[in-house]
């Protein structure tokens, strides 16, 4: 549509974040001046967040990469090249055909940054290009042991019901901070109307988060001891019989063991590990179980921790114990209205299941029972640096700047340098990027086409992003991938994107091109599926026990375990070390990495913030807006005391993702505030996801002497 003032308007889905809000993007001359949330979006009913709203100047950045780049000098000297597409994509394809001849393909390795509209495509490369080793820096620390573990409860991921007729009367947050984050931003205005028509909050968290304020409740937990809290309240909720005894009989296994499982774990017991009050425990389970429906917003809380897997369903086991699934304001199961993404698993030769890095050990990250198999972060990354087990020579990466969000930033620098080839697609340049032997300038959302179901996972409404606006030579990540699979004439590069978004919504007797125009489609929600044809879990009900769990070698119940450093597993490091350091929560104006170098939101947030509680900070001298020096057993990094009542007196918590796109290139100050400095990637991991610590690590707090 055109205005009068010469601008147009397109109908589109924000991705500033991993997207969701319908919206109206404004054009002018070829860019976009503005962009307006779409009042008629069932997502965000006409919301967007402060990200969102600044796209433009996202968009239109100085900064943008706009040509691909050749490295000139030696890797990481900042001296590029602009070179063609036709020639960029020519030499790394020739190098990747020479790679896949003399080592085989899983020494070509794929990355990616988390769940952009390019994270299926990138899964497709790599079953087309025969390797077993791709990435996403999520996965193990992030969603996978959330999807897993709903997949083997409840069959099928569940997410809050915010968008029916019935509202939900209570809602548990547990390590989530969804008014800021959340798997997808647009549950921050879902969450806050629903707060606002009285649901009552129960926030599990060290810090009263920006969710947390707006609660009835707040447990301030220890962190990395979320398993121990769930099994008290499970506890509870039996013990006090409060549980759906109805729903339990009909619809779940495994309750007497279950129940004979939690008698030790009363919260008196909980208390001691994670220093929340029995008192405040019992509370919190009955607020749960007897305001029904309740929605439980489960977050990276529970998941960035070596006992992730168990941490996860403890969590998950009290949404069946109350009935709150798949019923009206309770949460959901996923309609899955459109087809899953053709990734061309059936290409990936069998034999390199075997070889994927990780997989042997930690089945449902890698192995074939996994939800999306893929390598394991650590194993990768060893191999490139030491070649074991083989050397992995090759790394792309689509979207991803593992030197801020992978633990221990030191190493991964060092695996990075030892590769033969790695390339960046990326906006704009990062100190990942500038490590690398050629960068490739990315689209962003206004300059993609894709198609892509929400809520992420359970696909209930399936919206189009149509390509508004081209930025100088910048290209979409699917286009790409697609040029250089039609270079090494891999298995599917004779379909076409729009081929393989038609595939995915055949089931809705649609094309992209007509979605394109229809904006979404949003079918009624069917709820009580189960009362049709069961759970989708092998006994087709909920398995509070789980034997397929079992099978594979883990605990079918839930259990809880120390985390491998804390002030109980490792006293005599707790002296030097006295705080318990949770990294990572999210910031509005920030997407992980991204956005430093946008002025409007970086004015609001100049500097990364290290939260302390004031005893603290008067313990150290430390006043508000101070330089602090935080340190870890591995590595120390400064960022500015935010003191704050908010946070539990033994916690610290840093931001992560911090560089400095202002400062002198390669670095461009990625050493300084990285929380990466300070994390672990080494063993132990979850015995199942690989997951590592990067909640309840051990700090200490000095103020900055100049
Ligand atoms: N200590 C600590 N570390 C963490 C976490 C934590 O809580 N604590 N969280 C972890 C989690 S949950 C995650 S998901 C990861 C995130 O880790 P990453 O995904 O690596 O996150 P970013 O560093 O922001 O990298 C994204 C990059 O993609 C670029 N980009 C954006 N859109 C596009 C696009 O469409 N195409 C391309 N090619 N590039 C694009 C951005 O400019 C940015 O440089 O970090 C993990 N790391
Ligand atoms: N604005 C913005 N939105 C985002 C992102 C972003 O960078 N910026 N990142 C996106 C990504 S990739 C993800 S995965 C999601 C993450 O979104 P969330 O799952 O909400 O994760 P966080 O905000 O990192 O952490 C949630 C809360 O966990 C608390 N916490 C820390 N340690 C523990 C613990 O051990 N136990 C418990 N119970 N709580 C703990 C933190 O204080 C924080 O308030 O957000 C997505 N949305
Ligand atoms: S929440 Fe995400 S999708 Fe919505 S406006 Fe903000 S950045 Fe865009
Ligand atoms: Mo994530």
Do not use: C, H
């Given at each position: 549509m055109k205005l009068r003032n010469g601008e147009q308007v397109f109908r589109s889905v924000c991705r500033s974040c991993h997207g969701g809000c319908g919206v109206l993007v404004f054009v002018k001359d070829g860019k976009v001046v503005r962009v307006k949330g779409d009042p008629a979006s069932p997502m965000n009913k006409g919301w967007m967040c402060v990200k969102g709203v600044m796209t433009p100047e996202i968009a239109n950045h100085p900064d943008r990469l706009r040509k691909p780049l050749r490295r000139?000098?030696?890797?990481?000297?900042g001296q590029w090249e602009s070179i063609s597409w036709d020639e960029v994509l020519g030499e790394i394809t020739s190098r990747l055909d020479k790679f896949r001849k003399e080592f085989g393909p899983e020494s070509i390795a794929l990355g990616q940054g988390t769940g952009r509209h390019h994270y299926m495509h990138v899964v497709r490369f790599a079953n087309a290009l025969g390797t077993p080793n791709w990435y996403e820096p999520g996965l193990a620390q992030c969603f996978i042991p959330r999807i897993t573990v709903s997949n083997l409860t409840y069959g099928g991921f569940v997410v809050g019901d915010y968008y029916g007729e019935v509202s939900p009367k209570c809602i548990l947050f547990w390590g989530h901070n969804p008014l800021v984050s959340g798997p997808d931003g647009e549950l921050s205005i879902s969450v806050k109307r629903a707060l606002d028509k009285g649901a009552l909050g129960i926030a599990v968290d060290p810090r009263r988060s920006e969710t947390g304020k707006y609660c009835q409740q707040w447990l301030p937990i220890r962190p990395g001891t979320d398993a121990a809290l769930a099994l008290a309240m499970i506890h509870v909720i039996i013990k006090e019989n409060i549980y759906d005894a109805e729903f339990v009989e009909k619809w779940t296994t495994g309750f007497d063991e279950l129940k004979k499982h939690v008698e030790p774990f009363t919260p008196a017991w909980a208390e001691a590990i994670t220093w929340i009050p029995s008192s405040d425990i019992i509370k919190a389970a009955k607020t749960y179980a007897l305001n029904k429906p309740a929605v439980l917003e489960w977050g990276l809380g529970i998941e960035q921790n070596p006992n992730s897997l168990q941490t996860v369903r403890a969590v998950a086991i009290l949404r069946g114990l109350t009935g709150n699934v798949d019923i009206p304001g309770g949460d959901i199961l996923g309609m899955n209205i459109i087809r899953s993404y053709p990734t061309l698993k059936d290409k990936l030769p069998e034999g390199m299941l075997k070889k994927r890095l990780g997989a042997e050990n930690f089945k449902l990250l890698g192995g074939w029972r996994a939800f999306m198999p893929s390598a394991h972060i650590p194993t990768l990354f060893r191999a490139m640096r030491t070649g074991e087990p083989y050397r992995v020579r090759a790394l792309l990466i689509f979207g991803g700047n593992p030197l801020t969000t992978v633990a221990n930033s030191k190493e991964v620098y060092e695996s990075l340098l030892k590769l033969d080839l790695l390339v960046v697609t990326d906006l704009f340049m990062t100190p990942t990027a500038a490590i690398a032997d050629y960068v490739l300038p990315a689209a962003l959302w206004p300059e993609v086409e894709q198609v892509i179901g929400y809520p992420l996972v359970v696909e209930n409404i399936v919206m189009a992003q149509q390509k508004i606006t081209q930025v100088g030579e910048c290209r979409q990540d699917e286009w790409i991938i697609d040029e250089m699979s039609r270079r090494l004439n891999l298995p599917g590069s004779e379909e076409s994107l729009e081929d393989v978004m038609n595939y995915q919504l055949e089931p809705l007797g649609i094309t992209y091109q007509k979605l394109k125009e229809q904006t979404f489609i949003h079918p009624p929600h069917e709820y009580k599926k189960f009362e049709r044809n069961g759970f989708r879990t092998p006994s087709k009900k909920i398995e509070l026990y789980c034997r397929t769990l079992e099978r594979m070698g883990y605990d079918p119940l839930p259990t809880y375990k120390e985390p491998p450093e804390s002030p109980v597993k490792t006293p005599e490091l707790a002296k030097e070390f006295p705080y318990v350091l949770t990294t990572g929560s999210r910031?509005?104006?920030?997407?992980q990495s991204e956005h430093r170098q946008i002025p409007s939101l970086r004015k609001r947030r100049p500097y990364p913030q290290v939260e302390m509680h004031p005893e603290v900070a008067s313990l150290h001298g430390i006043k508000h807006g101070d330089w602090v020096i935080v340190t870890s057993p591995r590595g120390s990094i400064r960022m500015k005391a935010l003191v704050t009542e908010d946070i539990h007196p033994r916690v610290i918590n840093v931001e992560h993702a911090w560089w400095f796109p202002e400062k002198s290139a390669p670095e461009y100050g990625v050493w300084e505030s990285n929380a990466n400095m300070l994390t672990n990637n080494a063993p132990p991991y979850d015995p199942a996801f690989g997951s590592y610590q990067l909640r309840g690590l051990l700090c200490r707090v000095e103020k900055e002497v100049k």
């Open positions: 000139k000098g030696e890797r990481g000297s910031r509005k104006e920030f997407f």
